[in-house]
């Protein structure tokens, strides 16, 4: 007796199809969330708060101003679920939402001014091991970051660091996606010219 044949292999997924199943994912999970389901939206807000944030301190430097921003449009994000086209990507809508609570508070910010270094990060001064050096190239980089004008800096966020593509980073500015591709071209040039004597420095 012969013994059976085994299963055949699975398929190779398609180039893209891990992002369409998140995509879905993240539609039925606005559905649930519609329906009344909290756990559906706490699960999306987990997804992108780490994200959010970033995006948010792209637009207002300072990181507590940045939480509360990103905490404004998450809440802001729930209350609009309705207005969601589930065809499109969920995280381009939601950072979009984010970073208009962040201009906004920006806006209304008077009084409190973002210093130009965390003194969190600087405290006790340098030390020489690799993590000193790592914090020091992140407030560097912070530092280069504040330079650039807020579009052009939340484009390079979105773009090397969250990963987004040039389109979907379009979506979350509200502006043409050439116009992106030209933000970015410029960021990163300008940042690498802040940046330039770093190992000189280092």
Known sequence: MTDPPDPPAPLPQPPGEAARIGQQNE?????????GDRAAFGTLVERYAATARRVARAVLGDPDDADD???DGMLSALLKLEQYDPRRPFGPWLLRIVANAATDRRRRRTVRRVEPLDPGL????AR???TAERR???????EALAELP??????VVLFDVE???HAEIADVLGIPEGTVRSEVFHARRRLRALLGDWKEDA
Do not use: I, K, N, T
Not at 136 to 142: H, I, T, V
Not at 150 to 155: G, K
């Open 150 to 155: 807020e579009r052009r800096r939340v484009a």
């Open 136 to 142: 020091a190239l992140a407030q560097r980089l912070r």
């Open 69 to 71: 921003a990103a905490q």
């Open 128 to 130: 020489p091991d690799r």
């Open 122 to 125: 600087v405290a006790g001064g």
């Open 163 to 165: 990963g987004y593509s």
């Open 27 to 35: 539609a039925d999970l606005v559905a649930h969330a519609l329906a």
